[in-house]
């Protein structure tokens, strides 16, 4: 069954540069989710879409800024990055915008910045 | 305020042994969502089972079974027999019904030796 792809799988940047994630969603899923999950951490919910629309939002930095397209794949932009950014970064999708929809995840991009 | 708490942070067992992931979650609303998730040394996260609140029946599928009690707010775990490919990190997770995100405990290791 078709899975939640996320590119790039490792991504290595320098301070101050930009990373784009990309996200595609499992097919017919609308729904979109990014979370970060630091070092030794818990995944922290940083934004979702819902067709194409932000839909919710969390601990965000405004250095960061998402996107959902008309194919639904969504890309997490990230700009000025610091070390502190540093983290595994999941993409999850689900088939309906609704509380307690179970959520499909990727297997991360993992982002070092040096 | 929606919080989930895993007081458990790692836990060692060796192959055959049944281990219980405890779970204990604060929420306002009425209608909310509990997940496990486990992610295994890979890195990916992988849903494992959903509860609603509206639902307290407690199930087995396999060797994973669960155990909702409202009354102490908890939602624990357990892998029956459990073995070396169990060993992984197990997240709890709480969706409150209106939101979108998941809220996530802080993670239980879990080693299962040989």
């Known amino acids: 069954a078709a899975g939640v792809i996320q590119s790039p799988r490792h991504l290595i940047k320098e301070k101050r540069e930009t990373a784009t994630l990309k996200c595609y969603p499992i097919?017919?899923?609308?729904?979109v989710y990014w979370y970060q999950q630091g070092p030794g951490q818990d995944p922290q919910f940083l934004i979702s879409?819902?067709?194409?629309?932000?839909?919710d939002k969390g601990s965000i930095p405004d250095r960061f800024s998402a996107q959902q397209f008309s194919d639904y794949h969504s890309e997490l932009n990230m700009s000025s990055l610091e070390l502190g950014d540093s983290a595994l970064y999941f993409c999850?999708?689900?088939?309906?915008?609704?509380?307690?929809?179970?959520?499909?995840f990727g297997q991360g991009t993992r982002l070092t910045v040096v | 305020a929606q919080k989930v708490t895993q007081a458990q942070t790692e836990i060692s067992v060796v192959e055959k042994e049944d281990v219980t992931l405890d779970c204990v979650y604060e929420?306002?609303?009425?209608?909310?969502?509990l997940f496990w998730y486990k992610q295994p040394p890979s890195g990916e996260l992988v849903f494992l089972i959903r509860?609603?609140?509206?639902?307290?029946q407690n199930e087995i599928s396999g060797r994973y079974s669960w155990n909702f009690q409202k009354s102490t707010s908890s939602f624990n775990f357990t892998i029956t027999a459990s073995q070396v490919v169990d060993s992984a990190v197990y997240f709890c997770?709480?969706?409150?019904?209106?939101?979108?995100?998941?809220?996530f405990g802080k993670g239980m290791k879990l080693t299962v030796n040989p």
């Open positions: 999850a999708s689900s088939p309906v915008r609704q509380g307690g929809t179970e959520a499909f």
């Open positions: 097919p017919r899923h609308d729904t």
């Open positions: 879409f819902y067709e194409k629309m932000q839909s």
């Open positions: 929420t306002r609303d009425t209608t909310y969502y």
């Open positions: 509860r609603n609140s509206f639902d307290e």
């Open positions: 997770a709480l969706n409150e019904g209106g939101s979108e995100k998941l809220v």
